[in-house]
């Protein structure tokens, strides 16, 4: 993982996931509050609520003070790999919030829905609320999307017209923006498929 223990700043950029941006929260929710902090951490959970506040008021990105938002979030920003702030920033990215490179950091702007790997570390109300507003199964976004990818192949290879297949994966419950990219996913990817077929030479 990159070094981000000497540099007083680093660039901040957002993290662009049309797919996740549609499913899922803003690190300011209820949702966000009531079930990601017990799994990221309070310290965690402030770091993506402050870089969101930043992202809204300078969406291309800005440079951040790291001793700064330390000081803010109350943790230490000292020299060294193990200070507290950047074990935040590093448990960030374990989750995949944000992504350290040399010198910036990629942020995402929206938080996904929690795994079921994540949702058992919750207590058990929580779990049970959760499964009563989401109704879903602890799937992952990336899980959604190529389970919807394979639902719009399928339908593609039936026959299905592009429309069509995009409002049969509406009554499977897929969201509007995860079914128009994987139906568009699937229209491309068969179009490469059957272009290899016409140019493969004839069986001997």
């Known amino acids: 993982m990159p070094d981000l223990s000497h540099p007083p700043t680093v660039r901040v950029i957002p993290w662009p996931d049309p797919v996740v941006e549609e499913l899922g929260h803003d690190p300011r929710s209820a949702y966000v509050e009531r079930y990601w902090l017990?799994?990221?951490g309070p310290t965690a959970t402030w770091l993506v609520r402050r870089l969101a506040d930043r992202l809204d008021e300078e969406?291309?990105?800005?440079d951040l003070d790291l001793g700064a938002l330390a000081a803010e979030l109350g943790v230490g920003h000292?020299?060294?790999r193990h200070t507290p702030f950047l074990r935040t920033l590093q448990r960030c990215a374990r989750f995949g919030l944000v992504e350290i490179r040399p010198g910036s950091l990629r942020v995402r702007r929206h938080l996904p829905p929690l795994t079921s790997f994540q949702l058992e570390r919750l207590p058990p109300h929580l779990r049970r609320?959760?499964?009563?507003e989401r109704g879903d199964e602890g799937l992952t976004v990336d899980e959604l999307r190529e389970r919807a990818r394979g639902f719009a192949l399928s339908l593609l290879d039936q026959g299905r017209s592009m429309e069509e297949a995009e409002r049969d994966l509406h009554r499977r419950d897929v969201h509007p923006a995860m079914a128009a990219a994987a139906v568009r996913w699937a229209s491309g990817h068969r179009a490469v498929a059957l272009s290899a077929c016409e140019d493969a030479p004839p069986a001997a």
């Open 59 to 62: 969406p291309d990105g800005f």
């Open 38 to 40: 017990g799994v990221l």
């Open 129 to 132: 609320s959760h499964r009563l």
């Open 78 to 80: 000292r020299e060294g």
